[in-house]
């Protein structure tokens, strides 16, 4: 039951990564919590990059509910190696999130991305393909 609430959980949180980047995307003023928060609106070469996010995060939800038996639709193979690039994205987002000048990210996105670090290596170290039921 708790390694299922994990997975979900991890899985959730990359929707809400990928909506936020959906948002800053479609032009959404939200700059200062994303990309070095340098700027409210961000340039065409970010949008497009929180476009490209947008896609990442979303299949990194569907690696997380593969890994964690919650669908079968992926090979255990791309579930095994990519819960783990999940997992390295999120720790270099933590870090750099941490370490950023902004506000938004040190202290929202840093704690956020934190949480869902801890999330995710709890779903990258279950058992490949195990039913969470």
């Known amino acids: 039951m708790i390694r299922k609430r994990s997975t979900v959980a991890a899985a959730a949180l990359c929707g809400v990564v990928s909506a936020f980047q959906f948002a800053l995307a479609a032009g959404a003023p939200?700059?200062?919590?994303?990309?070095?928060?340098?700027?409210?609106e961000l340039s065409t070469g970010l949008r497009?990059?929180?476009?490209?996010?947008?896609?990442?995060?979303?299949?990194?939800?569907?690696?997380?509910?593969?890994?964690?038996?919650?669908?079968?639709?992926?090979?255990?193979q791309v579930a095994r190696k990519g819960s783990w690039v999940v997992v390295a994205l999120l720790a270099a987002?933590?870090?750099m999130n941490a370490a950023s000048s902004?506000?938004?990210?040190?202290?929202?996105?840093?704690?956020?991305?934190?949480?869902?670090?801890?999330?995710s290596i709890r779903v990258a170290t279950s058992p490949v393909g195990q039913r969470t039921a």
């Open 102 to 119: 902004s506000p938004w990210e040190r202290y929202g996105w840093a704690p956020f991305i934190l949480v869902h670090l801890v999330l």
């Open 30 to 40: 939200l700059g200062r919590a994303a990309w070095g928060g340098t700027a409210a």
């Open 93 to 95: 987002g933590a870090l």
């Open 48 to 76: 497009v990059a929180s476009g490209v996010a947008v896609v990442l995060w979303a299949f990194a939800a569907l690696v997380l509910l593969r890994r964690g038996g919650l669908i079968t639709q992926l090979p255990e």
